[in-house]
């Protein structure tokens, strides 16, 4: 019965886990590898503790403390990825703001799905040298290092700034 219940949360965990990412390019915030680093770690501890909560099960030791833990590790994705939509689909387009800025370089990391594109440039942001802006195949390409761009940020309905665009100034 334990091991059932502890399958079916997994999977809405895991679930939640292939949204977030997909959510995220949706409305990319600013700092979108940061949160998804932070998200990596949440998600392989969450993982670590479903295999420690079977392994215990199966030698019948005790269990309330790890599951009371992976309980709280289960909704995490959703709540994350239910954040980053909020926040981009309610903000309104009228606070676009335009930065100018130029681009440093370029990364291409091909996935099996979808690969990740970042354009790099210099930050307007203090406290920032760079900002890795994901991108889509087209601007990607239409982009090259020393390009002059104009970046649209939105400020965020819940306060986490997203990334709008990149034109060509």
Same mark, same amino acid.
């Given at each position: 019965?334990?091991?059932?219940?502890?399958?079916?949360?997994?999977?809405?965990?895991?679930?939640?886990?292939?949204?977030?990412?997909?959510?995220?390019?949706?409305?990319?915030?600013?700092?979108? +590898?940061?949160?998804?680093?932070?998200?990596? &770690?949440?998600?392989?501890?969450?993982?670590?503790?479903?295999?420690?909560?079977?392994?215990?099960?199966?030698?019948?030791?005790?269990?309330?403390?790890?599951?009371?833990?992976?309980?709280?590790?289960?909704?995490?994705?959703?709540?994350?990825?239910?954040?980053?939509? &909020?926040?981009?689909?309610? +903000?309104?387009?009228?606070?676009?703001?335009?930065?100018?800025? #130029?681009?440093?370089?370029?990364?291409?990391?091909?996935? #099996?799905?979808?690969?990740?594109?970042?354009?790099?440039?210099?930050?307007?942001?203090?406290?920032?040298?760079?900002?890795?802006?994901?991108?889509?195949?087209?601007?990607?390409?239409?982009?090259?290092?020393?390009?002059?761009?104009?970046?649209?940020?939105?400020?965020?309905?819940?306060? #986490?700034?997203?990334?709008?665009?990149?034109?060509?100034?």
């Amino acid at each position: 019965m334990f091991r059932r219940r502890l399958l079916k949360r997994t999977g809405v965990f895991l679930a939640g886990s292939l949204m977030f990412p997909y959510i995220s390019q949706i409305y990319p915030p600013l700092d979108v +590898d940061l949160m998804l680093v932070v998200f990596g &770690v949440i998600f392989f501890v969450a993982l670590a503790l479903a295999v420690i909560l079977d392994r215990r099960a199966h030698k019948h030791q005790e269990l309330e403390v790890l599951k009371h833990s992976y309980a709280g590790c289960i909704l995490l994705p959703w709540i994350f990825a239910a954040f980053l939509f &909020v926040n981009g689909r309610l +903000d309104s387009p009228k606070n676009v703001v335009y930065h100018t800025a #130029i681009v440093d370089g370029r990364y291409n990391m091909p996935g #099996i799905v979808r690969g990740t594109r970042r354009l790099i440039v210099r930050s307007w942001r203090s406290g920032q040298n760079y900002e890795r802006l994901a991108v889509d195949a087209d601007d990607y390409e239409r982009f090259q290092p020393g390009d002059q761009v104009n970046v649209g940020v939105e400020p965020g309905a819940l306060g #986490i700034p997203w990334y709008f665009g990149i034109y060509r100034r």
